[in-house]
C-alpha cells in the first residue's frame, strides 16, 4: 500500500512547483500596475528579472548542495519559506530599487525549486517515470500561473497590486506542514542501478554534463519569452487589456504541460522498448527542437487564436524536450548528488536571463515583440547537435 502511495505523495511535493510559480509569476502579473505607479518601461522591468536572475544564477548551485547535504525535507522547507516570506517583502517596497532587492531574495530561496523537484523524483520515481515525474512539476507551473493570473486580478480590482504578494507567501508557507505529512506515506525508492557514485567535482569536470547546460540555454527562449512576458506581447501587439492577457497565460501552461506529459510519456515508452535512457531523452528533445522553430511563424500570425496557437504549440514543444532535459543528469550521475546536478541546469537558466531580460524589454520597447519571437525559434536546434558532440566526451556513464 505504501508503494501505491508513491504517485500521490510526489504530487503533494510538486505543488511545491505552483507554490515556486506563483510568487515568480504574480510579479509578471501585477507588473502592469506597479509599473504605471512607479513610472518604469519594459526595460526597467526587464532588470528586475535580470536581478533575479543575477542570484538565482549563483545560488542554484548552492541551493543543490545545501538539498544534497540536508536532504529532501528540511532542505525544502528551509528553502520555500525563505522565498515566501521574501515574497511578501515586495508588497512593502516603494519603487524600482526595493523590487530589485526583495525580488533577489525570492531567487535564493527559489533557486532551490527545481533541484527538490528532480531530487523528489530520484527518492520516490523508477528511472524511466522521471520524466513524467518532471512533466507533474509542470502541473504545479500551471497551477501557479492560474493562480498568479486570478489572485493578480482580484488583488487590483478590490485591494491593491501589493496584497498580491502577501496572498502568495500565506499559500507558500501553509505547503510545509501539508508535506511533513504526505511524506511519511510513501518508501524511498532503492538506489537506482544507473547510480554511478559521483561527487560534486566530479560532476563539474563531465564535458556532458555541460553540454547538458549549453543545450538547456539554448532552449529557454521561449520558456522566459512567455512565462515573463506573455501579458506584455497581447497588450503591445493585440491591444488586449492587462486582465484579459493575464487571462491567456493559464492556457498556455495548460498547453505546456500537454507537452511535458507527452516528453515524458515518450521516453518512458522508448526505454521500456530497450533504448538507453539517455538516448530516449536526446530523441524527444530533436523533437520537441523542431516544434520551437514554430515560434518564427508568431509575427504574421492573423489573429489572437492563430498567434495563441502557434506560440501553445512552440510551447508546448519547449516543454517535452525540457522535462527529459532536466532529468539526463540522474540518468547520468545518480542519485547521491542529484540535486547538485540539476541546479546546474538552473544555474544556467539564470546565466540566460541574466542577458535576456534587459535584452528583451529593450527590444520590445523600440521594436515590439516580433523580432524575439523569431529569435528563440531555433537555438533549441542547436543545443541538439551540442547534446550529441558531447555525449562521449564525459567519462563513462551507464545508459547513453
Known amino acids: 500500500m505504501r508503494e501505491q502511495n508513491r504517485w500521490w505523495v510526489v504530487g503533494v511535493f510538486y505543488l511545491s512547483s505552483a507554490v515556486n510559480y506563483l510568487d515568480r509569476f504574480i510579479l509578471g502579473a501585477v507588473s502592469p500596475a506597479f509599473m504605471m505607479e512607479f513610472g518604469l518601461n519594459y526595460e526597467q522591468f526587464g532588470w528586475i528579472l535580470t536581478a533575479f536572475s543575477t542570484v538565482y544564477m549563483l545560488s542554484s548551485p548552492l541551493a543543490g548542495w545545501f ?6 525535507n528540511l532542505g525544502t522547507s528551509v528553502a520555500l519559506g525563505w522565498w515566501s516570506l521574501a515574497g511578501m517583502a515586495r508588497g512593502l517596497t516603494g519603487g524600482l530599487g526595493g523590487l530589485v532587492a526583495t525580488h533577489s531574495l525570492v531567487a535564493v530561496g527559489e533557486a532551490a525549486g527545481i533541484p527538490s523537484t528532480a531530487k523528489a523524483a530520484q527518492n520516490y520515481l523508477k528511472q524511466e517515470e522521471r520524466a513524467i515525474g518532471s512533466a507533474m512539476s509542470q502541473v504545479g507551473l500551471v497551477i501557479g500561473m492560474m493562480l498568479a493570473a486570478g489572485i493578480a486580478n482580484y488583488a487590483m480590482a478590490n485591494w491593491g497590486w501589493r496584497s498580491a504578494f502577501f496572498v502568495a507567501g500565506w499559500l507558500g508557507l501553509a505547503w510545509i506542514p501539508l508535506w511533513y505529512w504526505a511524506s511519511r506515506k510513501a518508501p524511498i525508492q532503492p538506489a537506482a542501478p544507473e547510480s554511478t557514485g559521483y561527487d560534486t567535482r566530479g560532476i563539474l569536470r563531465e564535458r556532458q554534463m555541460w553540454g547538458f547546460v549549453g543545450a538547456n540555454i539554448l532552449s529557454l527562449g521561449i520558456f522566459l519569452l512567455w512565462t515573463n512576458w506573455t501579458n506584455h506581447y497581447f497588450r503591445v501587439k493585440w491591444g488586449m487589456t492587462t486582465a484579459a492577457a493575464n487571462q491567456l497565460a493559464p492556457l498556455l501552461q495548460a498547453i505546456a504541460l500537454g507537452g511535458s506529459l507527452m516528453g515524458g510519456y515518450g521516453s518512458m515508452r522508448l526505454i521500456r522498448r530497450g533504448v538507453a535512457p539517455l538516448r530516449a531523452r536526446r530523441s524527444i528533445w530533436l523533437v520537441g527542437a523542431l516544434g520551437m522553430t514554430l515560434s518564427a511563424l508568431v509575427p504574421i500570425a492573423p489573429s489572437v487564436p ?73 537555438p533549441p536546434l ?16 551507464l545508459g547513453r
Not at 538539498?67 to 529532501?72: F, Q, S, V
Not at 550529441?388 to 567519462?395: F, L, M, V
Open 67 to 72: 538539498l544534497d547535504r540536508m536532504g529532501l
Open 306 to 378: 492563430v498567434a495563441v496557437g502557434l506560440i501553445g504549440l512552440s510551447y508546448l514543444a519547449s516543454s517535452a524536450a525540457s522535462v527529459n532535459l532536466y532529468t539526463m543528469p540522474l540518468d547520468a550521475y545518480g542519485g547521491s548528488r542529484a540535486a547538485f546536478a540539476v541546479s546546474l541546469l538552473t544555474s544556467g537558466y539564470g546565466a540566460l536571463q541574466l542577458v535576456s531580460s534587459p535584452l528583451i524589454g529593450w527590444v520590445a520597447d523600440r521594436h515590439g515583440f516580433d523580432p524575439i519571437c523569431v529569435a528563440v525559434a531555433f
Open 382 to 397: 542547436l543545443g541538439y547537435f551540442l547534446l550529441k558532440w558531447t555525449q562521449e566526451r564525459g567519462a563513462q556513464t
